[in-house]
Nanobody, 125 residues
Framework: QVQLVESGGGLVQAGGSLRLSCAAA????????MGWFRQAPGKEREFVAAIRWNGGTTVYADSVKGRFTISRDNAKNTEYLQMNSLRPEDTAVYFC??????????????????WGQGTQVSVSS
């Protein structure tokens, strides 16, 4: 089994930055995709970004393109989400997620096999 643990959330003012981390613990399962989702109060869960573990191909939601950067550290089995130019509408609980056995990046949450517990990101105006 694989456990995902997020960290790095907090409270920042608009225009500020945060870096989220997601560490994977447990058995390795080879090449896979890791991503980030978020859910704001009263809103549906939405896709943020994802990265292919081997090759580094990335996909971003239109709302975060140019502001957020997803990356990974293969040696540490950890993914990161660098968030710059944060806006109040970025306020949400952020979840990391992962799946394996596919060669393409998908954005539908139900297709991800593993999920972290979430970390709160709050952006004030």
């Amino acid at each position: 089994q694989v456990q995902l643990v997020e960290s790095g959330g907090g409270l920042v003012q608009a225009g500020g930055s945060l870096r989220l981390s997601c560490a994977a613990a447990g058995r390795t399962f080879g090449s896979y995709v890791m991503g980030w989702f978020r859910q704001a109060p009263g809103k549906e869960r939405e896709f943020v970004a994802a990265i292919r573990w081997n090759g580094g191909t990335t996909v971003y939601a239109d709302s975060v393109k140019g502001r957020f950067t997803i990356s990974r550290d293969n040696a540490k089995n950890t993914e990161y989400l660098q968030m710059n130019s944060l806006r109040p509408e970025d306020t949400a609980v952020y979840f990391c997620a992962a799946y394996f056995g596919r060669s393409t990046i998908v954005q539908e949450g139900y297709q991800y096999d593993y999920w972290g517990q979430g970390t709160q990101v709050s952006v004030s105006s």
